[in-house]
């Protein structure tokens, strides 16, 4: 439909306009979400993250050194140093009493009474002068205004990673997902093979139940499988949650999509090749390890691509299955507890989040070809 | 952390293994067995039959099993808790239910789930739609499909922190990092605390969730577009026809039966939405909804019974769509 004629650069125009915004809308946040991770926590708390490149004023508060640094200069008694702590920064104004911060602009001389005067240049230096020696051992506080030019920083993922224990959940997350994503795909490209190549009765049955099993909602098996497992757990005297059983359960429920991704695949193979091996003599289990099973590795590609998303991604399983101790808890479960105790935090949010999507962001930036061969193989069928 | 990984690692080297001696195994002894290859055996034909009607059980057992451990056993074990009290000490019969009825909680739940229904499905679909037909007509289409495609990898509590953070809300005057809210502000309008806000709320959070699912609509739609036959067009185009008119009389037509598919996919996610209301609100300020309720009764109410009787409701709403995808699976797979 392209240039059906010229008469439409206008349309055109909208169209690349209409893309763009689509675009924008559907990029933004995420943007927004990897820019502020990357931002000075203190800018990061007081100005949008599309200002970050600009230089940001801040109103800080400092303390001048205690009066055993004085030095006598002159015949007055003099305590000097600097308020800033970083490289571009400049002070604009500054006060010495909390209700008037910005009272003098910098370089003006603020007077403290007692013959005290205090300066405080646009560097950052601060001068205290005094014509009697200077008593007290707590240092004058100093507030000032501060432009800051953008700082950008490893910190927050320090903090997140270490002490914040996102690293630690970010191993159970791979230890969560990929026991949960390998163990299943055996299991169901067999029943795949059996449903798409066999002959036996109630086959179409069982397709037909693999496909409303799709759509059973997971919160209709929570309640019987915890029971179960508290059972079992009580039994044979193991603790009721860990990795072993939220391991079958993902296994299990990814079953019903790797069925029917594999059994609509393998249906769609040649019946030729399959039909000439059979009468060469080959059983039904040669034909499944030595034809079936490499034809369909981009099916089997699919399957572990959506499985690896679904279980790293996933909350509700994770709630339910593991215990909610640093040594069982995910990155997802982890997200989840930080917006509820840390949730105006956004430097700690945003790293952690951050942590959370890179993992599937790769996975899809790398593989999406296969994600999108298997989201067309499981909704419309495919061929 | 160390013992942790190795433990992983040798599950899955016992699963794999497992699976395979299995598999092996079975078919080696079923050959055992029944022999007929040999031509020696004097019931070569009986074994034949034999092993030819038992095998496809043998490939289906593990498979079966876990599906009927963990999917089909709890939907019927769940139907009976529903009918027991909260801990499956004593048959209740129907109260469960009755009280869901009454309950203010499960009103309001339903409430929301039904306009969840309407926008989120819909909203989606017609994004996605928009997406794929926009797209398909610019060079930098393919860059733009991928962006918007690209929710769909983040988990739904990522979504949340993501929105969250758009929503962000500062008092009046102070500067706001939110970008909604600065938005607003530049307009001259006073920031809004958004997902405390009842009824709109919702609609806030539902943003979350079509902004996770239109890549999905978007992708499967730009197939079934892509599948449109060529002539149908171009007749139409010599026809005369505009492109508004190519778009609702040639193209929508179509690809109508993929519209259906993708809207019921998204509906069966809406009709399970967990994540994304126990991240944002938990349920406060009139956003609960059937998932985080009934999550709620079992694990803060410790109520079986009323959990199990909430999880009934969200299979009962599930059903008609669970039909027509049988339907219509059974329909694709006739003739093979």
Avoid: C
Avoid at chain 1, 216 to 223: C, D, G, M
């Amino acid at each position: 439909m392209d240039g059906i004629a010229g008469r439409k650069s206008a349309l055109t125009w909208a169209v690349h306009i209409s893309v763009l915004l689509l675009v924008a809308l559907w990029t933004l946040p995420t943007a927004g979400l990897l820019i502020s991770s990357f931002r000075d926590k203190d800018q990061l708390a007081v100005s949008g993250w599309w200002t970050a490149l600009t230089t940001s004023t801040q109103n800080l508060v400092g303390r001048a050194d205690g009066a055993e640094k004085q030095v006598e200069v002159d015949g007055k008694f003099v305590i000097a140093g600097n308020l800033l702590d970083g490289p571009g920064q400049t002070v604009t104004a500054f006060g010495y009493r909390s209700q008037e911060p910005t009272k003098f602009k910098a370089g003006e001389i603020a007077d403290l009474g007692d013959g005290r005067g205090l300066t405080v240049t646009a560097d950052g230096d601060y001068i205290i002068e005094s014509d009697l020696r200077i008593e007290g051992d707590r240092g004058q506080r100093i507030f000032y205004t501060a432009a800051i030019p953008p700082r950008f920083s490893l910190d927050n993922y320090r903090s997140v990673l270490g002490s914040g224990g996102a690293g630690r959940a970010f191993v159970n997350s791979l230890t969560v997902t990929i026991p949960s994503t390998i163990i299943p795909i055996m299991v169901a490209a067999f029943a795949a093979y059996a449903l798409a190549w066999m002959r036996f009765p109630g086959r179409a049955l069982l397709i037909a139940v693999i496909v409303g099993l799709l759509v059973v909602p997971l919160q209709l098996s929570l309640i019987p499988l915890l029971t179960l497992y508290n059972k079992i757990g009580a039994f044979a005297g193991i603790p009721a949650k860990g990795y072993v059983g939220i391991w079958l359960a993902h296994m299990a429920f990814g079953l019903p999509l790797a069925i029917y991704l594999l059994r609509n695949y393998m249906a769609g193979l040649p019946g030729e090749i399959i039909e000439s091996a059979r009468v060469d003599g080959a059983s039904d289990f040669d034909i499944f390890i030595r034809i079936v099973l490499p034809l369909s590795f981009p099916a089997l590609a699919s399957f572990a691509i959506f499985q690896f998303l679904w279980v790293w991604n996933d909350l509700l399983v994770a709630l339910v299955f593991l215990a909610p101790q640093k040594e069982q808890l995910v990155l997802t479960g982890q997200l989840v507890n930080l917006m509820g105790s840390r949730g105006g935090d956004w430097e700690i949010l945003t790293a952690s989040a951050f942590v959370t999507i890179v993992v599937p962001l790769l996975v899809f930036f790398s593989l999406q070809r296969f994600l999108v061969r298997g989201l067309l193989a499981g909704s419309v069928k495919g061929g | 952390m160390t013992q942790q990984v190795i433990t992983a690692t040798i599950t899955i080297l016992i699963g794999v293994a497992g699976s395979i001696l299995y598999f092996v195994g079975t078919n080696w002894l079923l050959d055992r067995i029944f022999p007929f290859r040999d031509g020696a055996s004097p019931n070569a034909a009986r074994n034949h039959r034999i092993t030819t009607a038992v095998r496809p059980w043998l490939f289906l057992g593990p498979a079966l099993l876990a599906l009927g451990v963990y999917l089909i056993y709890p939907v019927f074990e769940t139907l009976r808790l529903s009918l027991y009290n909260r801990d499956t000490t004593a048959f209740v019969g129907f109260d469960n239910y009755a009280w869901l009825v009454g309950d203010a909680g499960f009103r309001e739940s339903i409430l929301n789930n039904f306009m969840w229904l309407l926008v989120v499905p819909t909203a989606a679909t017609f994004f996605g739609l928009m997406a794929a037909v926009l797209t398909d007509r610019i060079w930098w289409g393919n860059i733009a499909k991928s962006l918007v495609f690209m929710p769909m990898a983040i988990s739904f509590v990522g979504a949340s922190v993501i929105w969250k953070f758009v929503y962000d809300y500062r008092a009046a005057g102070s500067e706001q990092i939110g970008i909604l809210n600065a938005f607003v502000v530049w307009l001259g309008f006073e920031p809004q605390a958004w997902i405390a806000v009842p009824v709109w709320n919702n609609f806030f959070l539902m943003v979350i969730l079509i902004w996770i699912q239109t890549g999905f609509a978007m992708v499967i739609l730009s197939a079934a577009l892509r599948g449109i036959p060529e002539e149908t067009m171009e007749a139409a185009v010599i026809d005369g026809a505009n492109d508004f008119q190519i778009f609702f009389h040639i193209m929508v037509p179509q690809i109508w039966g993929t519209i259906a598919v993708v809207w019921t996919t998204i509906t069966i996610v809406v009709l399970k939405v967990f994540d994304i209301v126990f991240a944002m609100t938990n349920g406060q300020w009139n956003s609960q909804v059937l998932g985080n309720l009934m999550y709620d009764w079992m694990f803060r109410g410790f109520d079986f019974g009323r959990g199990a009787a909430i999880a009934i409701v969200i299979m009962v709403l599930v059903t008609p769509i669970m039909i027509s995808n049988i339907r219509r699976a059974k329909a694709e797979t006739k003739g093979h």
